[in-house]
């Protein structure tokens, strides 16, 4: 007698940058796998793979590709996912700045939303010819930009927002062009123009959750987590 099938719940949640419905399982201990040799390399690359590829294996519709996630959706459909897929009680250890002793902090996954920045209009004109329509950058962008630090990280960040060139109304996709004549492009952008892309991409939606504790002192202390690193490795 072969062994059973076993079934696995289906949930969902509204990917932030597009409100799709995304249809996903919890993952299983072949993912846990995954993500528990990722970790073990402590090369943050090596983790934004594993879990690229945990949540690529979670997904069960069919047409959604994660390479169009942005990165504030990868983020939430982690904490969502490990959520369903353990429990949605995290227990985080912080060392107070104060007394300099360890206290828990309790987070509730299911709690945790996205944050919206100010409304940034996503197209603006250069010149009468001209207009840039922007987005939030993919995270199939992320990976050419590992070795990239200060200004070329910035730089090439501003780059892959930009969606659309309009010249005399005609739509051009970036990728028309070679990665010189973009970066040429860039470079001889008017400074009011680059600095809207960077408010632009300043205003992203983003994590955000607030939790806190009271300290040895009876100071009450609040912690914002933003990322992935402080939902699950805050020490």
């Known amino acids: 007698?072969?062994?059973?099938?076993?079934?696995?719940?289906?949930?969902?949640?509204?990917?932030?940058?597009?409100?799709?419905?995304?249809?996903?399982?919890p993952f299983l201990v072949k993912e846990e796998?995954?993500?528990?040799?990722?970790?073990?390399?402590?090369?943050?690359?090596?983790?934004?793979?594993?879990?690229?590829?945990?949540?690529?294996?979670?997904?069960?519709?069919?047409?959604?590709?994660?390479?169009?996630?942005?990165?504030?959706?990868?983020?939430?459909?982690?904490?969502?996912?490990?959520?369903?897929?353990?429990?949605?009680i995290i227990k985080l250890v912080y060392k107070d700045n104060e007394d300099n002793k360890l206290y828990d902090v309790q987070v509730d996954l299911e709690e945790v939303e996205i944050k919206k920045g100010l409304e940034v209009s996503n197209t603006f004109?250069?010149?009468?010819?001209?207009?840039?329509?922007?987005?939030?950058?993919?995270?199939?962008?992320?990976?050419k930009a590992e070795d990239l630090e200060g200004v070329d990280f910035n730089f090439f960040i501003v780059q892959s927002?930009?969606?659309?060139?309009?010249?005399?109304?005609?739509?051009?996709?970036?990728?028309?062009f070679s990665q010189e004549e973009l970066s040429e492009f860039v470079d001889n952008l008017p400074v009011p123009a680059y600095q809207h892309i960077q408010t632009f991409i300043d205003s992203m939606p983003k994590i955000e959750h607030e939790v806190g504790y009271t300290n040895s002192n009876g100071k009450n202390v609040r912690i914002t987590l933003r990322t992935l690193t402080d939902f699950f490795t805050l020490g």
């Open 33 to 88: 796998k995954i993500l528990l040799i990722a970790q073990s390399s402590g090369d943050q690359s090596d983790i934004l793979q594993a879990v690229k590829q945990v949540i690529s294996n979670c997904i069960i519709d069919p047409t959604v590709d994660i390479n169009n996630f942005t990165t504030y959706d990868l983020e939430y459909f982690f904490i969502k996912l490990r959520s369903k897929s353990i429990q949605n």
């Open 125 to 143: 004109e250069i010149n009468e010819q001209t207009k840039i329509k922007l987005t939030h950058p993919r995270i199939s962008l992320m990976k």
């Open 161 to 176: 927002c930009i969606d659309k060139i309009i010249i005399d109304n005609v739509d051009y996709d970036p990728s028309s």
């Open 1 to 25: 007698m072969g062994l059973p099938v076993i079934q696995h719940p289906i949930f969902s949640l509204i990917l932030p940058s597009t409100e799709q419905r995304v249809h996903f399982r």
